[in-house]
């Protein structure tokens, strides 16, 4: 037992079939049992969130007769957060012939996320990519072409081929926007049920399985539930911790967060992935940070004055005077360095005073020689989008003086602990996408989220819940649980009105993002983390006591949501820094200051580490219990991450 948390049983991924690596998916899809065409009418399954990974999910399930209840939060699918995503999406096609293949992209992603991730989920993600890419052109998804018409790709972070295909700077947008019209047309057969503007405030349980929701609807207020055959979880990541990230101010934890306090286990929830190229802060007048797109790291290379405290403009600093610090650490990789290195490394050289910008943390990235060789048009028909946008906020023509980029909270790979057939420890409940810990290991490479979500709700899904439905017929929901888990949400509801204190919710958000910032963020230490621990209760606590949410529960009210969700991130944000504490190794996005190489680089311990840290809610005021998933590397033997 430790000062902070209880150790518990170990646990096990049952679901994965024996056998050579790359016959697995083929053996589970032919061994799950399935559902006949009849049948699947009379089965219900509810799934929240309408992103990638929850679009492709009630499309294709509808698709296939099952009776789909879907919500969102946002007044429209099309506005989930995938929709941001903009570099694009890898696949094992190797259309440039350079060497790619199902077990290249196998190998990138196992090492890319520091060998903490499974190396058969990760397999199933490589097979499973090249089946995504046809999918999305037959749904008329407009990925670049090259001349000849064939598809185009291009590189990626953390590879030394080109797999990613893309739309410009909107492939997030265009692969939305083809899930969003498969599942508007299952909507309009009536096979899906949608529900806008509604958002998941509890699970209900019956017998120890997940059978339904509770939802508010958030014009008219009222709390209604709905059950189900099973529940899905496809609500996305919990990067607004921070308060300040790349992800959309509505992006929450609340739907896996009900879900972990009835027991659902929480995985990984320390690795979060810091995103090396996003337009640095301006001032405390900001509720979000904008991303440029990893892509932009194709051509553009970064760099800051080689002397500590140049206040000269980039264009007065001679090459002579300019360190290009990736291409000089990282010779082989270069500025296509995995995000988690590119992040670390301009933190670096803006703690040495090196840094560019207003406060000096910033970095350049400098297309001068992009224009150069291929031409300004070339450049703007790769990147037009993006240079007009940070144009916008920033005032600056990029393709006059470089951008100006520092990392920022972007993505989490720890989520709710799933086993194969993305089946939490709940009976019942499934966890797809963002929201499920399963495939990235301690840091995501660059187009692999798009993958995962799309994978996840096209391909495997289908196969796994077929096969739970299968096995056996669930019988109604008995209203004494749909009764409690009501009332479990108007309390809450009721408490968050009542208590008319002095502070805005979004003043608490503010100061818990800061908190997480400065001692959870890119660079972790003990004793950071521990100031952290004695922190986070004390803000927690001054939230019940003082936080004011005006208005009632009877109608809109944007502060009432916004409070139940900064209520859940509270209590998230201690176990992430007691996840960051325990774990004395440095892997991936968990940079441990305590445990780097000489030269600075992180120093995994495998012989201590090497599992899957899922978490086991203890109770209001009690501390959670850690359960281990060890795992093993029978593929990609773990060795030195280096990209030098």
Not at 311 to 318: F, S
Not at 526 to 534: D, F, I, N, Q, V
């Amino acid at each position: 037992m430790s000062e902070f948390y209880d150790i518990g049983a170990a646990i096990t991924d049952d679901a994965v079939p024996g056998g050579p690596i790359e016959n697995r998916w083929t053996t589970r899809k032919f061994e799950a049992k399935l559902v006949n065409p009849a049948n699947k009418r009379k089965k219900t399954v509810i799934i929240i969130g309408t992103g990638l990974a929850g679009g492709s999910a009630g499309a294709t399930l509808g698709e296939q007769g099952y009776r789909v209840i879907q919500f969102c939060f946002q007044d429209s699918p099309r506005r989930a957060h995938s929709i941001a995503a903009q570099g694009g999406i890898n696949a094992a096609k190797n259309y440039r012939n350079d060497g790619d293949s199902v077990h290249r992209l196998f190998y990138d992603t196992v090492k890319g996320g520091d060998y903490r991730s499974r190396e058969s989920n990760v397999h199933r993600l490589a097979e499973i990519s090249t089946q995504i890419i046809d999918q999305c052109v037959a749904q008329g998804v407009p990925f670049a072409r090259e001349y000849g018409g064939l598809l185009d790709n291009r590189s990626f972070g953390g590879t030394q081929v080109s797999r990613t295909f893309y739309a410009r700077g909107q492939t997030g947008q265009q692969l939305l926007l083809g899930a969003y019209q498969a599942l508007l047309r299952q909507v309009e057969l009536g096979t899906v049920e949608l529900h806008a503007r509604h958002e998941m405030l509890d699970l209900i349980m019956a017998d120890g399985v997940a059978r339904g929701v509770v939802v508010r609807d958030l014009i008219s207020g009222e709390i209604k539930s709905y059950t189900a055959d099973a529940v899905v979880l496809a609500s996305g990541g919990y990067s607004n911790v921070y308060f300040l990230s790349t992800n959309a101010m509505g992006s929450n934890v609340t739907a896996s967060w009900r879900a972990h306090k009835h027991g659902a286990y929480f995985a990984n929830p320390c690795f979060t992935q810091i995103h090396p190229t996003c337009i640095p802060v301006s001032g405390d007048h900001q509720s979000k940070l904008t991303l440029m797109s990893e892509s932009l790291r194709n051509d553009g290379r970064v760099w800051v004055p080689v002397r500590a405290g140049d206040q000269r403009t980039p264009g007065d600093i001679p090459e002579a005077e300019r360190d290009y610090y990736l291409e000089r650490i990282y010779p082989a990789f270069g500025n296509l360095v995995p995000r988690d290195i590119a992040s670390r490394a301009a933190k670096n050289v803006c703690d040495e005073g090196r840094g560019v910008g207003p406060g000096g943390l910033g970095v350049y990235l400098d297309f001068a020689d992009a224009i150069e060789r291929l031409g300004l048009e070339a450049v703007k028909a790769k990147y037009g989008n993006l240079f007009t946008m940070y144009e916008r906020i920033t005032g600056e023509n990029p393709y006059e003086m470089p951008m100006r980029i520092y990392p920022a909270v972007h993505y989490t790979m720890g989520g709710l602990w799933v086993d194969y057939d993305l089946r939490s420890n709940i009976p019942g409940l499934f966890v797809i996408g963002e929201a499920n810990f399963s495939d990235h290991g301690a840091n995501r490479l660059g187009a692999s989220a798009l993958m995962q979500g799309l994978a996840d709700g096209y391909f495997v899904l289908p196969t796994a819940i077929g096969d739970y439905l299968a096995r056996g017929p669930v019988g109604e929901v008995d209203e004494a649980a749909i009764s409690k888990a009501e009332n479990r949400v108007r309390t809450m509801v009721d408490t968050l009105l009542s208590i008319k204190g002095d502070r805005t919710v979004d003043s608490f958000h503010r100061e818990l993002g800061h908190i997480m910032w400065e001692h959870c963020g890119m660079e972790r230490t003990e004793e950071g983390l521990r100031k952290a621990l004695g922190l986070i209760p004390a803000l927690r606590a001054e939230f019940w006591q003082r936080v004011n949410v005006p208005g009632s529960g009877d109608d809109l009210n944007q502060s009432l949501e916004r409070a139940g969700r900064v209520a859940d991130f509270l209590e998230l944000a201690e176990l992430m820094v007691i996840d960051a504490l325990h774990r004395t190794e440095s892997a991936g996005g968990h940079f441990r200051a305590e445990s780097q190489t000489e030269d600075g680089e992180a120093r995994r311990d495998d012989e201590r580490f090497s599992y899957v840290a899922a978490w086991e809610w203890g109770g209001d005021n009690a501390p959670p219990t850690l359960h281990r998933e060890a795992l093993e590397f029978d593929y990609v033997h773990p060795t030195t991450r280096s990209y030098k």
